[in-house]
């Protein structure tokens, strides 16, 4: 397992949440998304996982600082399922896995099965191709054409 020093973590961590907030618009209020689910914050979903109690105080609307807590909570566990899961990732793949797994989750986004294996291969124009093709793409256009970008990046620059 790839293990970042903690300057290195709290970097990817700040460039994650910045890419989630940049595709994810902040609502203090519970919402319907295009997929008729309860969201709240920075598109956190108000799924079936929490409990009865979390989610009648949520909807009682969602603060600035409590959603970035959310966020940042949310972006650490991320990371840690990514580090043991997908271990030696470079920088942007690290990164776009971030924001992949946010909007996706990750029973989904596992099910992204050829992508995967090309990341794992090492080819990521493969990769970037495969993903173009699904209809994660053609829902989240901008932000897949963002993310494809970051993926073939080979500095550490990251589309924002």
């Not at 989630?20 to 609502?27: L, V, W």
């Not at 099910?111 to 995967?116: I, M, V």
């Not at 993903?131 to 793409?137: A, P, R, S």
Request: aromatic share 14%.
């Amino acid at each position: 397992m790839k293990v970042f020093a903690l300057s290195e973590s709290v970097s990817l961590a700040i460039i994650g949440i910045t890419l989630i907030k940049n595709a994810e618009n902040y609502r203090e209020f519970e919402y319907k998304d295009e997929f008729g689910n309860s969201t709240i914050g920075w598109g956190f979903l108000m799924d079936s996982f929490l409990p009865a109690k979390v989610k009648e105080y949520l909807k009682k609307g969602i603060s600035i600082d409590e959603a970035n807590s959310l966020l940042s909570m949310r972006v650490v566990h991320i990371m840690h399922t990514i580090d043991i899961a997908f271990p030696n990732l470079n920088r942007n793949v690290y990164l776009v896995f971030i924001d992949m797994i946010y909007n996706l989750g990750i029973t989904q986004f596992m099910e992204f099965t050829t992508f995967l294996a090309f990341v794992k291969l090492d080819e990521i124009n493969f990769a970037v191709k495969d993903l173009t093709n699904t209809l994660w793409y053609k829902q989240v256009e901008n932000r897949a054409v963002r993310d494809c970008f970051n993926l073939l990046s080979t500095k550490n620059y990251y589309l924002i």
